[in-house]
């Protein structure tokens, strides 16, 4: 505006100047003119070149400030299309967060319908459509306080690292004490309840102990029905485990994760310090062991939200008294009855596991691990594996198919289980030498055999004592396990003096010539 005069308005745009362009310096040299110095409101028009209608309205008014807000919004373009993009929008929010689509694909689809405005009309109102729709749905939060040990809360998050050079998507325990605010997180291949049992197990391990009260969602891996109000009818396994932990489980409110938010935030944390940038590890034995040390340098290096003088770390030990003892880890499998085929194999979740010969035509129970799997019989142990995450694998372990060979001592040579079937040391040369000889197999597989009865320490004991001896055949081997085995000679019985002879007797067999020629 010109020095000393105000602002200086044509009189055609006294509607604008009322609602948007009189600035406040010229309502407040207005208001000084005629309250303070008592100047009339022709004497002010003709000093600040305004209409009188201008400056009527700011006398009689008595505010300091004007403002203009359109109320109708003209749309040449979009407004014919806005019922199509209102359903786009309400279709959009519908879907959870991860499936949504950004504004730039929904006006995308919107031109793909035949319409053909430009991208910030419905940016605009894309914006102005998401705030009507959050004004009316507002809620309010009380902030939850915790008692050292009270409560922790679960939950789960996917996160996309790079093992071996592969993009994977793994399954992130969380983990969150709520006094606090220590937490654990663990990557897994799944989220399935053996998963669960494992991340409880080694969180409450770190932390030494555990919370009175657990706060979850209403994960299937916990919850079986949901009732009216806070009532669960919760899975029978889970409910072992909350009993040998001593934890009360509470289910939050379906679609209300503000029940449980620290955990929630935690997720969120978690994918921007830990995920970002991708992680690249060789495995998921290096991902949680990178996961758990990260868990305990944020907790050494960040203040606690409420004892802004101590670390979350320093919270942490001092909770750590309160906490429920930690009880020893629960035996958290999943058990599925099996059946045994003809090749002594049993399936599991798309992939094939060996078992003991012995076990064949019987039922057996698996019980899948979150890192392995056992294969029980009446109680009795029959196979153990590192649990294959894949689909069609066959995981074998050649000792099962011993008893077989002594039947059939041929399928050494080209039996599926024993390719690239490395032995120990000593019995691994014996298997080399015996090779070239004619019955190499049968003596190979009576060798074997013996590890069964004998022991693998023992069998390769003995085939270390052949060797160093110049020797490799099965009957030396067998021979020197036998001298093993036996028991030593008992010791000479010390005679008492009382009992000795005076004339011991000496073995002549001259005496017997004697008779003969006396006879």
Partial sequence: PPSGRGSIVHPRNIRGTLFGMLVVETIAKIRRMHFGQGMGIKTICRELNLSKKVVRKVVRSGVTEFSYKRTVQPRPKLGAWLAELDRLLAANAARASRERLTVMQLYEELRGLGYDGGYDAVRRYAAT???????????????????????????????????DGATVTVKVAHVRLCHSRMFFVR???????????????????????TCTRGIYDNMKTAVDAIFVGKNRAYNRRFLQMCGHYLVDPVACTPASGWEKGQVESQVGTVRQRFFSPRLRVKSFEELNAL???????????????????????EVF??????????????DGFHSVPAAVSKTCLVRFDNNKYSVMASAVGRPVEIRAYAERIEIRQDGRLVGDHPRCFGRGRTIYDPWHYVPVLVRKPGALRNGAPFKDWVLPGALEKVRRKLKGVDDGDRQMVDILAAVLTEGLPAVEAACAE????????????????????????????????????????????ARYDLLRRIG
């Fill in 466 to 509: 052949a060797i160093a001896q110049g020797v490799h055949s099965a009957d030396v081997i067998l021979n020197i396990l036998a001298r093993r085995r036996d028991p030593a000679p008992p010791p000479l019985l010390l005679t008492s003096p009382a009992l000795r002879l005076a004339h011991e007797p000496v073995a002549d067999c």
């Fill in 129 to 163: 459509w998401k705030q009507a729709q959050g004004s009316g749905t507002a809620v309010a939060f009380v902030p939850l306080t915790f008692a050292p040990g009270e409560a922790y809360q679960f939950d789960w998050s996917h996160e996309v690292v790079l093992i």
């Fill in 187 to 209: 990557a897994y291949p799944r989220e399935t309840q053996e998963m669960v049992f494992d991340a409880h197990d080694r969180a409450f391990s770190l932390f030494k102990g």
């Fill in 317 to 330: 030990e001092a909770e750590r008294p309160q906490l429920v003892p930690y009880a020893g880890r629960f």
């Fill in 291 to 313: 996961l758990i040390d990260k868990c305990i340098v944020w907790a050494k290096a960040n203040r606690h939200p409420e004892m802004t003088d101590r670390t979350v770390w």
